[in-house]
């Protein structure tokens, strides 16, 4: 079964920018459909981003398009989740998780329920 590992949290001040990183393992990345999402504290957990290694196609949820940015690296067997002009309301836990394989489906890639895999997140605070 695939596992992911997240990385690349930490403090980062309001407007500025973060790049998370998850590396994947036990299945080809090639073929894999890898989500981002993040939980909030106190609040439930959200899909932000969605890539298909398979064909390259991506997926976001609306008020994130242009701000964030997910691509994959198959040779690093490695997604990203580039993160620009981020304010305290970005702040949360950060978790990438496998979707399954192929092409992206909206309708999945945003879906908690539709995770076959969760990495163990990676915490991000904006705040000055």
């Known amino acids: 079964q695939g596992q992911v590992a997240e990385s690349g949290g930490g403090l980062v001040q309001p407007g500025g920018s973060l790049t998370l990183s998850c590396t994947t393992s036990?299945?080809?990345?090639?073929?894999?459909?890898i989500g981002w999402f993040r939980q909030a504290p106190g609040k439930e957990r959200v899909g932000l981003a969605c890539?298909?290694?398979?064909?390259?196609?991506?997926y976001y949820q609306d008020p994130l398009k242009g701000r964030f940015t997910i691509s994959s690296d198959i040779a690093k067997r490695t997604v990203y989740l580039q993160m620009n002009n981020l304010s305290p309301e970005d702040t949360a836990t950060y978790y990438c998780?496998?979707?399954?394989?192929?092409?992206?489906?909206?309708?999945?890639?945003?879906?908690?329920?539709?995770?076959?895999?969760w990495g163990q997140g990676t915490p991000v605070t904006v705040a000055s």
């Open positions: 890539i298909s290694s398979e064909d390259g196609s991506t």
């Open positions: 036990g299945f080809p990345l090639d073929r894999l459909l």
């Open positions: 998780a496998i979707l399954g394989a192929g092409a992206v489906v909206p309708g999945i890639c945003l879906a908690p329920g539709a995770v076959h895999s």
